[in-house]
């Protein structure tokens, strides 16, 4: 709609230097490293099973909204206005601003939608006032951003934030009918998986792969590890640290067998690769590595 696109036009030529750099920011607290690092520093920081939760509704989010983006298939601002609308931030940087495989569509924000499910649940499992306003403030700064950096219409992010609050809410009919975890798991990967049929871009695809990666996890952590949350700052840092470098150095070696044009193509056999590396690497960081914690905790004693 026009009025978007003018709106989005005024916030561009009337952002100064500092709301270009909140814009990318925000850019980075909604996107999959910001998301990461928040994940990472509840789960082995704070509450593990609140980080297991947190997981599952990220990875949920991000799995069905592509799906919804495939069937509206609006583009982004900066694709369909390139002449009126700047791209200040790209989802994949190293890719075309064209390129909807790796840039996605438009409709709804993953960003508003994501960032409003994990820290609205977050405040809702520290129950104190200030994180309650702390959340609804990130969630409306990372919404509002999202036009002002050309990535979104002001109605894909109102989209996004609603979409954010259905997920909880979705959450919570599993939790009060849906007694086993097991099937909770199985409910959320089955209303992710039709998506393989008929989206082709990037971000499904990495979200599936986390979602898979997340739900083999838990039960294997459970059963095999069972770390225990801390109170030792040392080993708390350690954690997330660590995980930080598995992420990357998981990322390049998993990508090795494979050339780089294969990788970057929207095949679906390239994109289940993709699948496949995420639902690797988020295993070992959640289900796997966990058990090097108790060494961490000895290591500062010692």
């Not at 890719?95 to 495989?101: G, N, T, Y």
């Not at 609804?136 to 050309?150: E, N, W």
């Amino acid at each position: 709609m026009e009025w978007e696109v003018r709106l989005i036009e005024w916030m561009q030529e009337n952002s100064g230097d500092f709301i270009r750099v909140l814009g990318k920011i925000c850019a980075f607290i909604g996107g999959e490293k910001g998301l990461l690092l928040m994940l990472l520093i509840v789960m082995f920081c704070w509450k593990k099973e609140v980080g297991k939760r947190i997981a599952l509704i990220l990875a949920s989010v991000n799995s069905y909204l592509p799906m919804i983006k495939s069937v509206v298939m609006r583009p982004r601002p900066y694709m369909e206005y390139p002449d009126r609308v700047e791209a200040r931030v790209l989802v994949e940087s190293g890719a075309s601003a064209q390129d909807v495989s790796a840039q996605g569509y438009s409709f709804p924000s993953m960003h508003s939608a994501s960032v409003t499910a994990a820290y609205i649940t977050l405040a809702s499992k520290v129950k104190k006032r200030l994180v309650w306003i702390l959340s609804i403030c990130l969630s409306f700064l990372v919404g509002v951003s999202r036009p002002a950096v050309g990535a979104h219409y002001p109605t894909d992010v109102l989209a996004g934030w609603i979409f954010g609050f259905v997920i909880i809410g979705i959450f919570s009919l599993l939790d009060r009918f849906v007694e086993k975890a097991w099937i909770r798991h199985i409910i959320l990967l089955a209303f992710a998986l039709p998506g393989v049929f008929f989206v082709r871009t990037q971000d499904y695809f990495t979200s599936l792969g986390v979602l898979i990666g997340v739900i083999a996890a838990i039960p294997f952590e459970e059963k095999y590890v069972g770390f225990k949350d801390t109170s030792n700052v040392f080993a708390k840092v350690l954690r997330v640290i660590c995980a930080f470098l598995i992420f990357f150095v998981m990322n390049k070696l998993l990508k090795m067998p494979f050339s780089g044009e294969f990788l970057s193509g929207n095949s679906l056999a390239a994109l289940l690769i993709r699948t496949a590396r995420y639902a690797i690497t988020i295993f070992v960081i959640i289900g796997v590595y966990p058990m090097v914690f108790p060494v961490f905790d000895k290591i500062k004693t010692s």
